[in-house]
């Protein structure tokens, strides 16, 4: 991973957009700090498309896409896409399947529920699951502290009933949905701006992350961005990011944000 430092101006230049990551990216311990907000401000005021790329509920992208200053947001691991109404206020929903299919895969889910308080009795829902519509979500590091190999049993619930996985700094999400973080995002850049899936990878978006459920998109995406607290998940990222801030969290957001922006000046 290379230094901020070494970011082209000419790789600024040709962004047409920044997908980033939230939680223990964008946001410090769940928190949105004003130095990372404003990096934001920063962003869109430099003509960037802006788009959250999460594990967190769709319910949760349907309220940032209409407050921040953001086009849309990504949610559940790449299932569901919210995008900011153009002129509006308002914001569209999407997602790959219909709401039968949603309702059998939900179906689905609550019985792999079942199976993990067996196997796992102490595995706690996080506390965000009633805003989510395409996946479950277990608690592994947000408001308690799950040990790996009660993570790697929960996990092997999950495989067993043929859902997938996605494990972030904070949860561990089930789901039987195809998508992952960059697939999503891919068919929502195409759904909502005519993007190219191999113009919008090679240069024309660059994505910042810190986690397993990251991996995608670092894998996905040439330019890419880790905030320090990165170094503390590559067991779970094949693809390392190409370059790495110094600080974690939403202040190492700050620095990302502010290279791409003395890129795009010039300065
Ligand atoms: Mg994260």
């Known amino acids: 991973m290379r230094p901020l430092s070494e970011l082209a101006a000419s790789e600024a230049r040709g962004l047409r957009g920044l997908l980033f990551d939230l939680d223990d990216t964008l946001l410090s311990h769940g928190v949105l700090t004003r130095l990372a907000y404003d990096a934001l401000w920063s962003l869109a ?34 299932a569901i896409a919210i995008a900011r109404e153009r002129g509006g206020s308002g914001v569209t929903l999407s997602q790959r399947c219909t709401e039968a299919e949603r309702h059998v895969r939900r179906m689905r889910l609550a019985e792999i529920v079942r199976e993990v308080a067996r196997v796992v009795p102490e595995a ?14 277990w608690d592994i590091g947000e408001r308690v502290k799950m040990p790996e190999d009660r993570i790697a049993a929960i996990l092997r619930v999950v495989a067993a009933a043929g859902a997938r996985s996605f494990v972030s700094s904070v ?30 990878t090679a240069a024309a978006y660059a994505f910042v992350g810190d986690s397993g459920n990251d991996a995608a998109c670092f894998g996905a995406f040439r330019i890419t961005f880790g905030v320090a607290n990165v170094r503390k998940h590559m067991a779970r990222i094949p693809v390392t990011p190409k370059y790495v801030a110094n600080a974690e969290m939403g202040e190492g957001f700050a620095e990302v944000a502010q290279a791409i922006v003395r ?3 010039g300065a």
Do not use: M
């Open 45 to 78: 005021d430099t003509g960037l498309r802006l788009v959250a790329v999460t594990g967190r509920p769709s319910g949760w992208g349907e309220v940032i896409a209409r407050q921040w200053p953001i086009d849309g947001a990504v949610t559940e691991n790449g």
């Open 124 to 137: 706690r829902l996080a506390d965000d699951v009633d805003a989510r519509r395409a996946d479950v979500t």
């Open 171 to 200: 949860h561990l999400h089930a789901t039987f949905d195809p998508d992952d973080k960059a697939s999503g995002t891919l068919r929502y850049l195409a759904s909502a701006f005519g993007e190219d899936a191999g113009a919008a």
């Open 263 to 265: 890129g795009r000046a």
